[in-house]
């Protein structure tokens, strides 16, 4: 039975779609949020860190700061059944409501399979002391994750030579106007950066990504690829392993959790998943954001009483792919394909690095305390 006085809610992941969610449930709902690692990690800003390490003091937003009534528990999820959760340190929870939000993992560094923000710092520091000792440096994937490294690695070391590669024919597969793929190609050609596309590689290079080793691998088109260093910018997989019973089963092929028109993970009552775990949408901060508020405001409006209930319809297509601080271009609805100075302006310049930092309650400028 749900508790009349103020119903729990229990959100699994503080990425940027559990934070969002838990932050908007505080003044009405007994909120725990659970992540296994003392911080979210601003990964939208990830490359900057690479280039320009000073920006390590903004990406860490510590979560004991960002709810006001609920609570943040340190902790990972090991197994779910219905609202039934175990945790790692053996703590079991059952809450009135279950917000599965345990995100995506992505190669590092842009994003970290360590749970604890001062060995991730250290780590993206030996990456970026890799990164200035390389003189040729190897992007695979020409999505906007590659794009934008590469589009970064020039813009603070122009003199390194920088090469993208990938199977597909053009850059940024999706649903974008030609017209952002032309300017982001043309502006990476300024750039001197050098695209290899249409061919796949052989293998991937043997060393890790982001350590200084000679990497020489060819593509089936027969060019021989030389770096330094590579970065695999490709690879989402969503965070489901620990699903059971019938949540388990509404894993689709990929791992992705099957939801309805409400979000609602495979039919469970009660029981919603957002963000890049979801099939809802593409795994973009902007779904995992209208998907958590639209969460958010169903859930509310079950709490106070109001019968309204609304469905999630995919956004619209958007993106901006900063190719440093002061290049790149995007797409957003309304405004059609834009430039370098619209990208800079918005997005490339700041990253939304305070805008986070505010979220969190932290001073702008730096996310230490
Ligand atoms: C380099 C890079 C740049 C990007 N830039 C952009 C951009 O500019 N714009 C954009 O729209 N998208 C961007 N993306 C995509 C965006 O980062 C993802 O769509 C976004 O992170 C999804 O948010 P999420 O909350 O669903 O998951 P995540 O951000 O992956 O967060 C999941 C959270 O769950 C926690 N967790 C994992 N397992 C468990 C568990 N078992 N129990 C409890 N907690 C758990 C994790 O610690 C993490 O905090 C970028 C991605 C990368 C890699």
């Known amino acids: 039975m749900i508790s009349e006085a103020r119903p729990s809610v229990v959100v699994l992941g503080g990425g940027y779609a559990g934070f969002t969610l838990a932050k908007s449930l505080d003044d009405v709902a007994d909120v725990t949020l659970v992540d296994p690692s003392d911080t979210f990690m601003h990964n939208v800003a990830s490359w900057r860190t690479l280039v320009e390490p000073e920006w390590l003091d903004r990406i860490f937003l510590p979560f004991d700061g960002l709810l006001r009534h609920g609570r943040f528990v340190r902790d990972q999820a090991v197994a779910v059944d219905g609202r039934r959760v175990t945790l790692a340190s053996g703590r079991r929870l059952e809450p009135d409501y279950l917000v599965l ?44 994750s590659g794009l934008e490294l590469a589009g970064e690695i020039k813009a603070f070391f122009p003199d390194k030579h920088v090469t993208i590669a990938d199977i597909g024919a053009d850059v940024m597969p999706g649903p974008f106007d030609q017209a952002l793929r032309d300017e982001l190609r043309a502006q990476v050609h300024g750039l001197g950066i050098e695209l290899k596309l249409g061919s796949p590689l052989k ?44 949540l388990a089963e509404a894993r689709d092929a990929r791992g992705y959790v099957r939801v309805d028109e409400y979000l609602r ?77 619209q990208a800079s302006g918005i997005k490339g310049a700041t990253l939304f690095a305070d805008v986070y930092a505010e979220m969190f309650n932290v001073p702008a400028g730096s996310t230490r305390k």
């Open 265 to 341: 993970a495979g039919g469970v009552d009660r029981v919603y998943a957002i963000g890049d775990i979801a099939d809802a949408d593409r795994d973009t901060v902007g779904s995992a954001n209208a998907q958590a508020t639209l969460v958010a405001a169903n859930i509310r409006g079950e709490i106070t009483g109001s019968p309204e209930r609304t469905a999630y319809e995919k956004i619209p297509p958007m993106v901006i792919v900063p190719l440093g601080p002061e290049g790149g271009a995007g797409q957003l609805p309304g405004q059609g394909v834009f430039g370098a100075e």
């Open 203 to 246: 293998a991937l290079p043997e060393a890790a990504p982001a350590t200084l080793s000679p990497i020489s691998i060819t593509t089936e088109a027969g060019d021989e690829l030389t770096a330094d260093i590579w970065f695999r910018c490709f690879g989402v997989e969503p965070r489901t392993g620990y699903l059971t019973g019938a």
């Open 101 to 144: 939000a345990t995100g995506s993992s992505y190669p590092f560094p842009a994003k970290s399979d360590v749970w604890d923000a001062e060995k991730t710092r250290a780590r993206m520091l030996d990456a970026h002391d890799a990164l200035r000792g390389a003189r040729r440096v190897l992007v695979v994937g020409a999505g906007p």
